[in-house]
């Protein structure tokens, strides 16, 4: 057995194993032989895998020597990365064996099945072997056609040896394997019936014998049948590991590299395409003879334990709810869990709010978790700056600890939803999530599973200390769900903005007042963005409606349907709140390659029967908050504030007014205000009518929804060609923040405010008093200080393109946290000025300014 296992598609990114030479990927050869998904062995953080570096230098090395020496260890380096290749080509070749051996244990019965079909006394028809064993000759050829050719390349091994092109042809070939997954549950099913009815086909399909390896040629091992026929829905799965891995050791230089590269896109994509329609079979021990207990999912999740948050990994197997704890590592020992509780999922129920206790959620502050957020960003800058030194790896290794335990303290504290279940008792157990899409799909699959499930019964504790071992080998989720944990050559996601427009839904079959919710992973975790107004009393809702949404190294973006209760006692009741019903639900990935052409995108997702019409169009991060510069003096919208104010002979732009008078006549109850999406379009109508001042504008503002006014206001900040704050003070501001003695900072701050030019600083003081306006009904509208700075801190402060410290970056590998670390500035920023009580001016400039007749 080699030393590498790979894991299934649903985790393509887990870490990986470089420990030189055994290189293998095989799966085939688990102790009980049994189909399932397993994550790589790992046993430590993907940091602590040995690298190829140059040994360090001894004190006797002159300073003058640093450069050729610095030279020769990228040489060595290069020399060692493709050695390493062939450790990788050795291991796959290895793989590709085994498997080829399951593939022909599987043809050897099929032949005199399929000659004994034509006699009268057939064990199987044509039919039922054509269906059990189908696309299993091709597969068997394609990967012996691959073996073949690469195993003399292999052995005629050089460093410019060329593998790639065979990559290539396997992964234009994957079209097989959707036909085999697509007929992989008739067959087993078509398998089972059919050993029901002939004894004697039951008893070949339980003694299948497959060679050995070359190590030991006189031994056969035997397989069900089953099992056999999972092993290509478990090889497809890995496909994309093996060429993560051949990528990571083959130079950019390469003529393999960009063959390689091809074959991981189309991978990807063949896998992303049914990633969600294989259901695994994961089986973890015999609960009677002919019933197996089969792992369903397994995540981390948090737990709610006496008002404090655990960290716990929970499995769901086909039979109960296993909830466990990952044991502390002790040297040299492999992984292991504590069982913490089950519930049989005949016993299992989901809290209502009537049998609810009100267990108070510990909430985190916003400032808490965006201190965590600039710490994990000031890491993760430090590792990419140590890695273009020559220090070695322990300090990256030393800052990849730190990292792991930032984020995962962000993702112990990040998540404010229930989910809760309890045993037929009545004890009640709660976890916190973060999506409603996640908690609906616990919620669906747990349900599906109890109509399979009649009988309540108990585990002895030998049963379950077996079972709870055995989770160590069947979990699929084997690393916390971290930006840390994603390799190097891995797409860190999207920075920047999304704008979505939702535009109609159908096949519906009855009239409802459906809504919809969007969702985007960011930091590990997924968090709701938009909502659309509710469509009443239609089967074919057509909202048309467009939103932008701020992604931060987002990968998924889901949606959520909705039906609107508006009768109290249709409403859901469960995990202790009342909501609207989940009609549907689906996500898609954000595919940077699709979206980084500017242009509009249309999709479709379809679940249970309905589907939502959307289109995308991405703007990345270095794009989507430049301010231009002023090209016209009409109109008010990226006109400079002192040409709009002169023009109108007042201190504060009309628009700012008439928003802020609107949003206080009728927004300041409005939850989210000013942090939820308005639509886009009712933006651009009022964004047209001010700037050709329209005197219907008073109306226009009435009748729309309060959050496209917030939504004006704020593009009115973000278009302005120089900040609020202004370019030549920007520095000044994002330095003084950082002072750390209390009384200095608050005279520097204050000093620089009153700096700013006469209209500037009247406006900030206008927008500023009623944003703390906004917070007095913080416990109705959910807007705190810290919820309103991190809304308005980039939109003021934003620098214009030639001062931004990221346009002048020369470093773009680590440019997504650099612009987060200035966004968070930006943020503390403003939110000093509104945690300020009142800002003392002087006597003279409060008269002059604040108290002018004119504002």
Known sequence: MTPCDYCPLFLTEAPYNETPPSYGYDLEHSEENQPRHHPLSFTGSPSSSPRLHSKSRSSRDTQSSCSLESTLSVELDQEKGLEMRKWVLSGILASEETYLSHLEALLIPMKPLRAAATTSQPMLSIQQIETIFFKVPELHEIHKDFYDALLPRVQDWGHQQCVGDLFQKLASQLGVYRAFVDNYKVAVETADKCCQANAQFAEISENLKVKSTKDCKDQLAKNSLETLLYKPVDRVTRSTLVLHDLLKHTPSSHPDYPLLQDALRISQNFLSSINEEITPRRQSMTVKKGENRQLLRDRFMVELVEGSRKLRHVFLFTDLLLCTKLKKQAAGKGQQYDCKWYIPLADLTFQTIEDCESTPIPLVQDEEIDAMKIKISQIK????????????????????????EQESLLLLMSPNMAFRVANRNGKGFTFLISSDYERAEWREIIREQQKKCFKSFSLTSLELQMLTNSCVKLQTVHTIPMTMNKEDDESPGLYGFLNVIVHSASGLKQSLNLYCSLEVDSFGYFVNKAKTRVYRDSTEPSWNEEFEIELEGSQTLRLLCYEKCYNKSKQSKEDGEITDKIMAKGQIKL??????????????????GIEVKLSMKFTSREFSLKRMPSRKQSGVFGVKINVVTKRERSKVPLIVRQCVEEIERRG???VGIYRVSGVATDIQALKAAFDSNNKDVSVMMREMDVNAIAGTLKLYFRELPEPLFTDELYPNFAGGIALSDSVAKESCMLNLLLSLPEPNLVTFLFLLDHLKRVTENESINKM??????????????????????????????????????????????????????????????????????EV
Not at 591 to 608: A, C, E, G, S, Y
């Open 381 to 404: 800058n430090e590792i990419q700056r140590e890695k273009r030194t020559t220090k070695g790896p322990k300090v990256i290794e030393r800052l990849r600890k730190k990292l792991s």
């Open 591 to 608: 595919d940077p390659q699709t979206l980084q052409n500017k242009d509009w995108q249309r999709t479709v997702i379809t679940m249970n």
């Open 668 to 670: 300041m109850e409005e």
């Open 784 to 853: 705190s200080l810290h919820n309103l700075a991190t809304v308005f801190g980039p939109t003021l402060l934003r620098p214009s393109e030639k001062d931004s410290k990221i346009s002048n970056s020369s470093q773009p590998i680590s440019m997504n946290d650099s612009w987060s670390l200035e966004v968070m500035a930006q943020v503390q920023v403003l939110l000093y000025f509104l945690q300020l009580e009142s800002i003392p001016t002087p006597d003279s400039k409060r008269q002059s300014l604040l108290f002018s007749t």
